[in-house]
């Protein structure tokens, strides 16, 4: 389905990064459309985590090459970004990304979603560190933002959290979403995932 | 149905911040009583080491008041955004979509509210411990709201150019401790002249000069700061 | 224009036209040291008050104001960086701080050993011995934060921004610091002030300062060529010049 360029969430044109004197990736360019749903794939090391962080614009030197944003995005990095003196309904409702003002009704019914339901109100530092991440993930059932760039988000998840999050995604990209994903696992989901390899571009 | 007619507006985000991060604080509240105690004990210090002869302390009281209130608050800069670091609750600030000038003096006004405003509010005890002179209490007070306000501002720039590296804490000092010596001119100069009975008003109002322009350019370094070091 | 911009920030360009500006300038500035080091020591009058030792000014004064525009130099090039995200710059921003913090050093010392024969004490809190001590702190407290980092793309930025607050600063802390000292010190032992200085002595030390500038420029550009070296290492034309051939 070829599109013009005005559809697209997100358009990357040749993209090149250096880490260390050494070439990570080299004109790179590829758009992200509503619908889509990519995969970034490369070994460690091979710059997917610093790709993610460009695409998101935490990065802005180090690399050449132009990123256009178009939309508001939703990043999920390493980090959980959970504060372990918050309950997990305070760590989403004063979340410093800022997104939007959900009421009690919204939070109790994402962390409901990602299993979290019970631990409303128990200091975080009393879950474990995949609950921490699931914290963090209730985020994209709260989140209207079209385009998704989300960092390993299967890390220290168990396999029902990952089915879970899988149709999560279908959901998103059926809406008219976008996902930009990095994981070294197969996604076993019911649509067209594409995969961008790092070295050798955007494959079918 | 967009996210960006959803998100709240900049002064209503800063108001969530500043209740996320004095929350933050009163849940570890020993974090509070920390520069405080510092201040006392450093005060102790004094005496141990100069004598305690009561009008020679005095007379160095302006001064070392200062200088302890200074430390404290140089001591305590280098966390006001560590942990945010750590835990990515940074990265996340960066991508808000609300300026993050008024964010970061948020974040800033949290630190003030926990650290100089509570030294100033105890500082007339530790005067009186060094028989600072009593109309001149009242000035110290407020040459320290209004003079800690610009070390926070100032120590929030030191604390953004190194929360990324992993032994910060004493380059930190290096770093801001010069940006600090005019504060520590006027302010304690501020309370020799409350003890001589000179007016002390110019050197207030220089220092609320100096905090206009602090709150005017430092955001925008510690912004910049920010940025820098989470990209780093 | 443009162009001339856009050749600022290449490396190789930058590193020849450096080389080219040494060739002559390097030559020119230490003959203007050497005539004016011996004009000034040798062929001067003594101060009616100071006798010799004032003579010292002829390295003091240059020293501390170069040390001074050295940073603002640092902090234009800081600017500059950030501004235009010109890697170049950033070079030439790194590079300054040593330098200047070398020239605060010795016009402290020499203060310092000015002071001796003067006051009869090494040291003095004095308003501009004070600034000078700020001045030193604020240089490595740049160098310190620029060896922190180990990306060196982001302790440049960092360090820009770092200059950058402390030109904001600079006015501020001098001024307050000349405010400090009227306040303590009523003005029994006040430095030059207001003595006026002959034109026999003015005119070498006018040479000096400029040569000064001229000595600062030249480390300036071999530290750049150096740093430039260092960041291109892995680049062709590194690698082609230090084989050997002529670019």
């Given at each position: 389905m070829p599109q013009g360029?005005?559809?697209?969430?997100l358009a990357v044109y040749d993209l090149c990064l250096e880490r260390g004197g050494r070439e990570l990736f080299r004109d790179l360019a590829f758009e992200v459309s509503p619908g889509q749903l990519l995969q970034v794939d490369g070994p460690n090391g091979a710059g997917k985590t610093s790709l993610l962080r460009i695409l998101a614009g935490l990065s802005r030197y180090g690399f050449s090459g132009r990123v256009e944003r178009r939309t508001p995005l939703l990043y999920l990095g390493h980090h959980p970004a959970v504060k372990a003196l918050l309950t997990p309904r305070e760590n989403l409702a004063w979340h410093v990304a800022g997104e939007a003002a959900y009421n009690d009704g919204q939070i109790e019914e994402a962390l409901a979603r990602v299993g979290l339901y019970g631990y409303e109100d128990v200091p975080s530092h009393a879950l474990s560190a995949g609950q921490h991440r699931r914290v963090n993930l209730a985020r994209l059932y709260l989140s209207h933002c079209p385009l998704w760039l989300l960092d390993e988000p299967f890390t220290a998840i168990d396999k029902g959290g990952v089915a879970e999050l899988e149709t999560l995604l279908v959901e998103h990209v059926g809406r008219g979403g976008a996902v930009v994903l990095t994981s070294h696992q197969v996604l076993r989901v019911a649509c067209r995932v594409q995969v961008l390899s790092l070295t050798e571009g955007l494959l079918a | 149905m967009s996210a960006v007619a959803q998100a709240p507006g900049p002064a209503r985000f800063c108001l969530v911040l500043l209740r996320r991060q004095l929350t933050l604080a009163v849940r570890r509240p020993i974090e509070i009583g920390n520069p405080l105690l510092f201040f006392a004990m450093v005060v102790a210090l004094f005496p141990l080491g100069l004598g305690p002869a009561p009008d020679q302390l005095a007379g160095f009281a302006p001064g070392i008041l200062w200088i302890i209130a200074l430390l404290s608050n140089l001591l305590t800069s280098d966390t006001v955004f560590r942990s945010d670091f750590e835990d990515g609750s940074l990265e996340q600030l960066l991508l808000a979509p609300q300026p993050l000038f008024l964010s970061v003096l948020a974040y800033i006004g949290a630190h003030w509210l926990l650290t100089g405003l509570l030294l100033a509010l105890v500082s007339p005890v530790f005067a009186l411990m060094l028989n600072l002179s009593a109309p001149a209490v009242g000035v110290l007070v407020a040459s320290l709201l209004l003079g800690t306000a610009v070390l926070s501002l100032v120590g929030g720039i030191g604390a953004a150019l190194t929360v990324g590296l992993k032994r910060g804490g004493m380059l930190i000092s290096l770093l801001i401790l010069p940006f600090y010596m005019p504060v520590l001119i006027f302010g304690s100069a501020a309370v020799r002249n409350a003890v001589l009975g000179i007016p002390a008003t110019p050197y207030l109002a220089i220092i609320a000069a100096m905090l206009c322009l602090a709150i005017a350019l430092a955001p925008l370094a510690i912004a910049a700061g920010l940025r820098i070091s989470v990209d780093a | 224009m443009w162009s001339f911009f856009h050749k600022l920030g290449s490396p190789p360009w930058l590193y020849r036209i450096a080389g080219t500006i040494l060739r002559w300038l390097l030559p020119v500035t230490i003959v203007a040291l050497c005539v004016g080091v011996t004009w000034g020591l040798l062929y001067t009058a003594p101060d009616f008050r100071q006798g010799n030792s004032y003579r010292i000014i002829y390295i003091h004064v240059p020293a501390a104001a170069v040390a001074l525009a050295g940073y603002y130099v640092m902090a234009i090039a800081g600017a500059v960086s950030l501004i235009w995200k010109m890697k170049m710059a950033d070079v030439a921003m790194k590079s300054c701080a040593p330098i200047g913090a070398a020239l605060t050093f010795i016009a402290l010392v020499t203060g310092s050993i000015w002071g001796k024969p003067t006051w009869g004490t090494w040291w003095v809190w004095d308003a501009r011995i004070t600034s000078m001590l700020i001045l030193l702190f604020l240089y490595l407290g740049v160098v310190a934060l620029y060896e922190a980092y180990d990306n060196k793309e982001a302790a440049g930025k960092a360090c820009a921004v770092l200059t950058l607050v402390g030109m904001v600063n600079i006015p501020i802390i001098y001024k307050s610091v000349d405010w400090w000292y009227s306040l303590h010190q009523p003005a029994s032992i006040k430095m030059t002030g207001d003595t006026t200085i002959d034109p026999s002595m003015l005119y070498p030390l006018l040479l000096m300062i400029a040569s000064f500038y001229a000595l600062f420029t030249c480390c300036l550009l071999m530290n750049m060529r150096a740093e430039i070296l260092e960041r291109e290492a892995r680049t062709g034309w590194v690698k082609k010049l230090a084989l050997g051939y002529r670019s």
């Open positions: 360029p005005g559809d697209s969430l | - | -």
